[in-house]
């Protein structure tokens, strides 16, 4: 906005007895005029001769508005990873390093995530004149370079424009140093103002951008590339571990996904979907097309040591890294897994529109614990994925890829909601056991020496103290989140992909048994040698103490939760393998999980995960992550 400086020149002002320099007068009509321009319109380009990038230049809305980048990533791998004498750097440190962490362009990839900023040529300008810039509105937070001839130069109070300079129009480059963490403290904007001086007079224009928002993917987004942790080693766990790496590669492969797979191996923390949620900024670049940054948003567990590697090892060209402090002892820590983050693809319900998808968590309706408070802010203030939060009180490890997923589908909304069916669950043993086979053995998995098959049959299983009453329970729960989920949503019955499920509370014989977790989800558990535990035992002390205060059964899968498999391609899907009863030569979950996936257009392949995952309350997706494509412009869905 250009501003007049007449209506100010007038006013000396007395404050105590001081009085304050008046302002100098503006140019005079017919006189060049200072004008910024940024690529308002988000078409690639910066118009300073005609165009539209003038209009609603010191607005911003979802539709137009310029945009910057939180410039986070280490595009020439500058970050050192290591203290004096190969010490570990606290993840303070850790964190602290990145593009805009220094003074410095690093570079042209570094050049290419500076939002453009250009200044109108002013051609008429006398040689008498000096240019300055200022960030008059999240300063804190915005750094800006000026290209010279030498290169981008970090324009401080100190900058000097030249007449030569102005009257060619100057290119600005512009960063954030951060997210958006909290909106009460900055809500995302920066004013650029020119201030051009001659003669006595001056003449400024102003400029607002706004950060990018953090956002999280979702599965219309096509899967580009795998993470998952390999265990090094030849212990028994270490070695079903690697078969379970080469297994999901084969996979991956078959998916039509060529990037190798990306292994974390350093902390041994097998869960890699909990420690980490990938995410992407982005803001226009040439030609209209998205320049994005990939953002690893670290878990808001500072004692979880997994999330260094996402320094260690990620961090680089073109991807950040996001932690979040002043997490609370009291909070809970499962609930600050980010298995426990999902997103819902995008959708418009009820007045609310939500483009680029929307988040949602598990809480403890029961007891009234929330993830991190510091995490929930981050992810509201973004202004965009609204988490919506769901009740996970019934489950152990309380993470909404327990139960519910979303799958691509060719309908008008673009996707379907895939649920847990408890019912079905429970209706697939009496059918089986109505038709004379309730002496079957309700698990098919082999044993080993040290891990022996589970000795339940289908008839121990109905007949058992607790798993019929834990899966009317998990019905309840369910369809009380299912019926949340289509209110928010507007999501029909008919968009409802039913998953056949059991859980278990796992405390008696014939129910969980020899099976109780030898590497819990929740960070406690014994752990198999060559695994490192992650967890603490009092967060799984206080999480016992709040079950018993709340009187609330808390459950895990029985067989392989299917929903709780990886989304591969748009009709791509990866289950952990059933291992249920085996009737007729079928086993008839698998039979009846393939047909619930089958009739949504997905092809189904499984993957063994029962010793590497099933066992420690979690799934493949549980112990797997996935980049997927962000190219398509947020402010154009």
């Known amino acids: 906005m250009r501003t007049s400086h007449a209506r100010r020149a007038a006013l000396a002002v007395t404050i105590v007895g001081a009085v304050l320099a008046p302002v100098s007068p503006a140019f005079a009509a017919g006189e060049p005029q200072a004008d910024l321009r940024a690529d ?133 480059g512009v960063e954030s140093t951060d997210v958006i963490r909290d909106d009460k403290k900055w809500g995302g904007r920066a004013t650029v103002r020119l201030t051009v001086t001659t003669n006595g007079k001056s003449s400024s224009d102003d400029i607002t951008l706004r950060v990018a928002p953090l956002l999280t993917h979702h599965h219309v987004q096509n899967a580009q590339q795998l993470l998952v942790t390999k265990v090094p080693g030849k212990d028994d766990y270490a070695l079903r571990n690697q078969a379970f790496v080469k297994g999901l590669a084969a996979e991956v492969k078959s998916a039509g996904i060529s990037k190798p797979l990306v292994t974390f191996d350093k902390y041994q923390d097998v869960w890699a979907q909990d420690f980490v949620e990938p995410g992407y900024v982005s803001m226009t670049g040439p030609g209209g097309r998205a320049q994005t940054m990939r953002i690893m948003l670290r878990s808001a567990q500072a004692d979880r040591e997994a999330g260094r590697e996402l320094f260690e090892k990620l961090r680089g060209n073109g991807v950040g890294v996001v932690q979040v402090s002043g997490v609370k002892d009291t909070e809970e820590w499962t609930l600050n897994s980010m298995g426990n983050l999902e997103t819902i693809p995008p959708y418009a319900n009820g007045g609310r529109s939500f483009p680029a998808g929307r988040i949602i968590m598990g809480e403890r309706k029961d007891n009234g614990s929330k993830p991190a408070l510091a995490m929930r802010t981050l992810l509201k203030s973004q202004g965009f994925q609204d988490p919506l939060f769901l009740d996970t009180s019934w489950l152990h490890v309380g993470h909404v890829d327990e139960f519910v997923q979303f799958l691509p589908a060719n309908t008008p909304r673009g996707w379907k909601l895939a649920i847990a069916d408890t019912d079905a669950g429970i209706q697939l043993l009496r059918d089986a056991q109505k038709a004379g086979n309730g002496k079957t053995k309700m698990f098919s998995v082999p044993g080993s020496k040290d891990l022996p098959a589970p000795k339940e049959t ?160 979690g799934e493949i997706h549980c112990g797997t992550n996935t980049l997927r494509d962000a190219s398509a412009p947020w402010w154009k869905l």
Request: hydrophobic share 40%; glycine share 10%.
């Open 40 to 172: 308002v319109n988000r078409d690639g380009r910066v118009d300073v001769a005609g165009g539209t990038d003038a209009d609603g230049e010191d607005t911003w809305t979802t539709q137009r508005g310029a945009i910057f980048l939180p410039n986070i990533d280490d595009d020439t791998k500058r970050c050192a990873i290591k203290g004096p004498g190969g010490k570990p750097l606290p993840d303070a440190k850790l964190a602290a390093c990145n593009d805009a962490a220094d003074t410095t362009v690093n570079g042209s990839d570094d050049a290419a995530d500076l939002a453009r900023v250009r200044s109108v040529p002013m051609a008429k300008l006398p040689n008498t004149a000096t240019g300055t810039l200022k960030v008059t509105a999240g300063a804190k937070n915005t750094r800006v370079f000026v290209k010279r001839s030498t290169g981008w130069v970090w324009v401080t109070a100190k900058t000097r424009l030249t007449a030569a300079e102005l009257r060619a129009g100057v290119e600005l």
């Open 458 to 617: 289908i008839d121990q299983a109905l007949a058992s103290k607790y798993l019929v009453a834990d899966n009317t329970l998990a019905a309840q729960r369910i369809a009380a989140n299912l019926a949340t989920l289509k209110r928010e949503t507007g999501v029909t019955d008919a968009e409802i992909v039913k998953v056949p499920a059991l859980f278990t509370r796992g405390t008696d014989e014939g129910e969980r048994g020899d099976r109780m977790p030898r590497l819990s989800r929740m960070g406690a558990g014994e752990v198999p040698d060559g695994v490192r535990e992650y967890g603490q035992q009092k967060e799984l002390d206080r999480h016992a103490d709040r079950a018993g205060a709340a009187e609330t059964v808390m459950t895990s899968a029985y067989v392989p939760g299917a929903v709780n498999g990886i989304l591969l391609g748009r009709d791509r899907y990866l289950a952990p393998r059933q291992w249920g009863p085996v009737i007729g030569g079928k086993d008839i979950f698998t039979t009846a999980v393939t047909a619930a996936y089958t009739q949504a257009g997905m092809k189904v392949s499984y993957i063994d995960d029962w010793h590497t995952y099933h066992v420690g309350m």
